[in-house]
């Protein structure tokens, strides 16, 4: 516990508050999540200061605790002591059936007897279906037993230690006077009012989620009634709008088939009137290039005689000479 203690006087050690309130701040967080996960934690505390103080408080927020001797094998040997619990359950219903009247006078004092230590030991945990999440004692040095299931069992130990003890074995030590009622109320109380706040930080999600559920639910609702609810006249003015959109497409259809027959009729005079053009440009073209060699023929018969008079001349010339 060296570093947890301020300073020694008079034989006495000073437990140095500041850590105090850094552990106790610390282990406060760590309880509030596991009471929001819904598991339980298990309060230990078999010290007279400590008993009434942890029994009260404890009620109040549901929590299963042990303020009578620890029973040895609690977590170890859980399932003899779920066997017990159900046993003080077997005698309840006993006495409503009124199995309890055809007994002895003898048998039924034993049996309310048996019922009354179970009650006295096993009470508090009656609820506690399973092993709990995480355990919190008070004075470690006394209730070393319910440490070492602990420990064992993997389930993390919150506990408030003394200088007296060691707290190295536990998860998340808080340094403080566990002698005193004082201080055990004091940190009893922080913590089940952090445990607290985490179990109605659970509550109001579980609303939330309870009525986005019920949200959900009556839309889908609303939606099948709306389909339930729509009459003749609004299902025949449905029938009537897909037979419209049928018949819109059906004459879209009818028209990209036109089209293209049209263009086509349209191509085939123009085609026609320009075949038309070609071929009248050809016979222009053979009808001038007819002339043209009509012409050179005319010219040519012109030119001939003129040389046969050149021709006729020279050969007199020669003939004189």
Excluded at 89 to 118: N, P, V
Excluded at 207 to 221: G, L, R
């Amino acid at each position: 516990m060296a570093p947890y203690i301020f300073m020694e006087k008079n034989g006495i050690h000073i437990i140095d508050l500041n850590k105090t309130e850094a552990k106790l701040n610390e282990a406060a967080s760590a309880m509030k999540q596991i009471a929001k996960s819904g598991r339980k934690i298990l309060f230990v505390a078999t010290k007279k200061q400590a008993k009434d103080i942890v029994a009260e408080k404890v009620k109040t927020i549901n929590m299963p605790y042990v303020t009578e001797r620890w029973p040895g094998g609690m977590l170890t040997n859980f399932p003899t002591i779920r066997k017990a619990v159900k046993k003080m359950s077997a005698i309840d219903k006993m006495a409503t059936d009124g199995t309890f009247d055809t007994l002895s006078k003898r048998e039924r004092l034993q049996i309310t007897r048996q019922r009354a230590k179970l009650e006295k030991n096993l009470g508090s945990i009656a609820d506690l279906t399973r092993l709990p999440a995480a355990m919190f004692v008070v004075d470690v040095h006394k209730e070393y037993i319910a440490v070492k299931e602990a420990n064992r069992l993997n389930i993390p130990v919150f506990a408030m230690v003394d200088t007296n003890s060691d707290p190295r074995e536990i998860d998340f030590p808080i340094p403080a006077n566990d002698d005193a009622s004082k201080s055990i109320s004091l940190i009893i109380n922080f913590v089940a009012d952090a445990i607290a706040e985490g179990l109605n930080e659970r509550k109001m999600e579980k609303e939330k989620e309870a009525a986005e559920t019920k949200a959900k639910k009556a839309k889908a609702e609303s939606t099948e009634e709306a389909k339930e609810g729509e009459g003749p006249k609004s299902r025949s003015r449905k029938k009537a709008e897909r037979v419209d959109v049928k018949e819109e497409a059906k004459e879209e259809k009818t028209t990209a088939k036109k089209e293209p027959e049209a263009r086509k009729k349209e191509e085939k005079p123009e085609a026609k009137t320009e075949e038309k053009s070609e071929a009248k440009t050809e016979e222009k073209s053979e009808a001038k290039t007819e002339k043209q060699a009509d012409q050179k023929a005319e010219v040519k018969a012109e030119e001939t005689p003129e040389v046969e008079e050149s021709a006729e001349a020279s050969a007199a010339d020669a003939k004189s000479k």
